[in-house]
């Protein structure tokens, strides 16, 4: 009897270490592919005059580029709000998101973020499963807070985004 639990302990522990083992090797595969640590930050002139006057300017990296073809597509019903883009603009935001989009960036965030949405497009970044599931612990009422006001403002809470800088050590939730 105890040579069998012996023998079942041994068996448990060789497969979790097998695990960790497998899960580094995919894990340095994945870090051959994404690299950067930080996601890259806006350059783009045209980009932050047109959306940063109304919202967080939501680094390019953060979605894949068939979402930003919908989000720049659907731009005359912009969640709720007609942008009034000319065609040259819209195809001039396009190209500067797709150009930068999360398969572009090389950054270890925008790798988490395209495996977690298995070829889905979603609209918002919001609406990633990689993001949502970073802010799970975080109670919905603190969303609400008058200095954050919407899961959606980034800046709120991470106050090096505009850096493509979201470590956890660089956030502070105002009260």
């Not at 448990?12 to 090797?25: A, D, E, F, K, N």
């Not at 572009?104 to 993001?131: C, F, N, Q, V, W």
Request: hydrophobic share 40%; charged share 25%; proline share 5%.
């Amino acid at each position: 009897m105890k040579d069998k639990r012996v023998v079942i302990t041994t068996a448990i522990i060789l497969i979790i270490i097998g695990s960790v083992i497998v899960s580094q090797v995919l894990e340095k595969r994945y870090d051959a592919r994404f690299t950067r640590v930080f996601l890259p930050p806006v350059d783009n002139p045209l980009y932050e005059a047109e959306c940063a006057s109304c919202h967080f300017l939501y680094l390019p990296g953060l979605l894949p580029a068939g979402s930003w073809t919908r989000v720049v597509d659907g731009s005359q019903r912009h969640f709720g709000h007609e942008l009034g883009l000319s065609d040259k603009v819209r195809e001039e935001l396009k190209a500067y998101l797709v150009a930068n989009a999360a398969e572009t960036t090389g950054a270890k965030r925008s790798g988490r973020i395209l495996d977690s949405l298995k070829g889905a497009t979603p609209l918002r970044i919001t609406e990633t499963p990689y993001i949502d599931k970073k802010h799970k612990a975080i109670k919905k009422i603190i969303y609400g807070r008058e200095a954050i006001m919407s899961f959606s403002n980034c800046i709120a809470c991470h106050k090096t985004a505009t850096e493509g800088n979201f470590k956890e050590a660089n956030v502070k939730i105002p009260r």
